[in-house]
């Protein structure tokens, strides 16, 4: 079993890593042994810090091993991906992979003879989803039936909480003037939009009245952000989703839960002021990022 996407993921299999990941947290001493002599592989084209940490502290305290390879000190750029996908598979019993394109966490996923999870490419962040589901389950009891507006650029952490509530029935409605090219799957919103879990809306401040969870992220995605190429792309963007910046304006008087997968970038897409706010719940979402990557590691394993 990889998790590639949870687009081929059962309700079950979602709801069971929910469940084990609260149930780790509340009792983490019980699961201390859990990965002995386990070995997570974490092989990363981009810059992480919840995503590598929760990989590598989480195996830590299952009692396992983790060994983070910086794709630049590998051989993988000399060789074919599934070749050296085969070898780590022979060191490994789960690889963290987070590439920049998302059809080689589908050839890894391929090629690969242990369990592959994607650490976040330009399509999906599925790893981030789970943690947000058990946030979510922690803070208002369920999900299903939880309306979550998402707003700014549609991207692959809206993707993937868009097939989060597909499998759930948590409602996810999207406020994106903007969207990723690379994150497009209409395959998946078609889909969600039958299940009657997903729509758009250009309708910011009625979205927000409605929702339960209001939900964003960067304008520009991290092997982005600092590409000078790209400049002129994150100036116009910048310009154009200014009136979408989570602030306290936009907010003010709203019974909301505010969520972020981080990194924020105060005084873009929120303000710092939000970020601080009673109602954010950003950092226990990131805590959670650590639980959930244990919940995640014990169901590839077969222990969960
Ligand atoms: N939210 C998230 O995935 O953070 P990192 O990019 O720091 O791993
Ligand atoms: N959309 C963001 C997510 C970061 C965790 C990015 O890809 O940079």
Redesign the pocket.
Known sequence: MNLVSLKNWSTEDVIEVVEGSIAIKNNPERYADATSRRTLSMLFQ?T?T??RCAGEVGMTQLGGHAVFLDWRATNFALADLRDEIRVLSAYSDVILARFLKHADVVKAGESATVPVING?C?RY?PT?ALGDLMTIQEKLGRVEGVRLTYVG?H???CNSLITAGLKTGMEVTVVAPEM?PAAVDEELYEAARKAGTYKTSDQLHQAIANSDVVYT??W????F?TDPAFEEEKERRIEMLSPYQLNAELLAGQDVLVMH???AHRGYEISGEIVEDPRSIMFDQSENRLHSMKGLILKLLGIL
Do not use: A, G, I, W
């Not at 520009?220 to 092997?223: F, R, Y």
């Open positions: 981009k992480s919840r995503t976040c330009d962040h981030q650029v991207n692959n952490v990723n992220d960067t520009v995605d991290m092997e952000f997968c981080l990194p």
